[in-house]
């Protein structure tokens, strides 16, 4: 019989570290002069695509709580929800995507496009249908060979364009808040999973086909977009002035399941920026990530990979980033001791429950979509479909 996974109780009491109003001076709010790297940034996008699974009422309704249009100001049309719109994409089983939901949020000083992740089994065919697909012609390559994942592709030409749910479209909405005159806006777009896959393949548009200006890209947990050769044209693209590379900031936690696939050919693109098992940001990679799964198997925690892509936990991470900028070396220290000890502990159980039933959804899914004549593994992903490094 397999133990059971540790709880609170079973953990040495550490005293829970506050360094002063530290944690309460993370607003949520972008810094728009940051030209690197932003932990407050990256956090704001975190906090972003987590909202996104919610309805778009609740969206909404969060943001204004939240302050995004300022105090007391209410959406207005500075908010345009988008979802799927059928009749753009094939009908097939492998190719169908219907549960595309986004928004687009525009306040004084920033345009914000966020994409959801996966909630459902057509969103987990979208995964697993690693067909690939030519660059569209109008992206302008220098390359007629370099190829994208289809599915995620079609997965953004669902909201891209207008279509009954929503007249205007994505692309025309983003373009009129972007050239508004006498307003001079920061764009950034994020998804966290699925999300932020469909982020990458919406940004490429906007800066290889529309010439826009995207102040920064964060995704978190995202899989795979391109092949090696569009992806090291990405990566190399000069964007008003700098490098795509420079613009992207792709968070990965430990060994989060997602970021793995889909397989080579498929590349990651951007700038990775790692959590190590510890919740620290970290250069170190494959062997942190190889510990860390020991690690999970040493407590009996056997869904780690499930875990790490928790959209919560990179809020916390992303959070506890920004804090961590703030402190002293020593405050740091400390601050990272209560951070280690607290990812040991189930802190919401019921959330483990949810993941583990998407994990199922997402074998079936794969089961279903997969055109491979190798036999699927129901008990695991097979590694044809998972692949540890970059």
Not at 23 to 51: G, H, P
Not at 183 to 209: D, E, P
């Amino acid at each position: 019989m397999a133990a059971s996974a540790p709880s609170a109780d079973d953990v040495p009491v550490v005293p829970v570290y506050s360094a002063g109003d530290a944690e309460e001076e993370v607003e949520f709010k972008l810094d728009t002069d940051a030209t690197a790297f932003s932990e407050q940034n990256a956090y704001f996008l975190a906090r972003m695509s987590a909202l996104c699974y919610q309805s778009k009422d609740e969206v909404r309704s969060a943001m204004e709580t939240l302050s995004f249009w300022g105090k007391g100001a209410a959406a207005g049309d500075n908010f345009q929800w988008f979802e799927a719109n059928d009749e753009v994409v094939d009908k097939s089983t492998f190719d169908a995507i219907h549960d595309t939901e986004a928004f687009v949020a525009v306040n004084d000083g920033a345009i914000v496009v966020v994409f959801r992740g996966s909630s459902g089994g057509s969103d987990w065919l979208t995964n697993f249908s690693i067909l690939p697909r030519d660059v569209p012609k109008d992206w302008k390559l220098e390359t007629t060979e370099g190829d994208l994942h289809r599915g995620f592709d079609d997965g953004v030409n669902t909201v891209w364009n207008p279509g009954p749910g929503h007249p205007e479209g994505m692309l025309a909405v983003i373009k009129r808040f972007y050239h508004e005159e006498g307003r001079s806006r920061k764009l950034y777009v994020t998804g966290h999973s699925l999300g932020g896959a469909l982020a990458t393949i919406a940004a490429a548009r906007l800066v290889f086909v529309d010439d826009l200006n995207v102040a920064a890209l964060y995704t978190i947990g995202s899989p795979r977009v391109f092949d090696s050769e569009v992806a090291a044209i990405f990566d190399s693209k000069t964007n008003h002035g700098t490098r795509m590379k420079d613009k992207y900031f792709r968070g990965r936690n430990n060994n989060d399941i997602v970021t793995r696939i889909p397989p080579s050919p498929y590349k990651h693109v951007g700038t990775e920026v790692y959590f190590d098992r510890f919740g620290a940001i970290s250069t170190t990679n494959l062997v942190d990530r190889l510990l860390g799964r020991w690690s999970a198997m040493l407590r009996f925690s056997f869904i780690d990979g499930v875990n790490d892509h928790s959209r919560s936990e990179y809020v916390r991470l992303f959070k506890q980033a920004v804090i961590s900028s703030r402190l002293s070396l020593l405050d740091k220290t400390r601050s990272v001791v209560v951070d280690a000890v607290q990812k040991v502990i189930p802190v919401n159980q019921e959330e483990v429950k949810v993941m583990q039933e998407e994990v199922e959804a997402a074998k079936e899914a794969a089961l279903e979509a997969s055109t491979s004549e190798q036999e699927f593994v129901p008990e695991n992903i097979p590694e044809h479909l998972v692949q540890l490094e970059d």
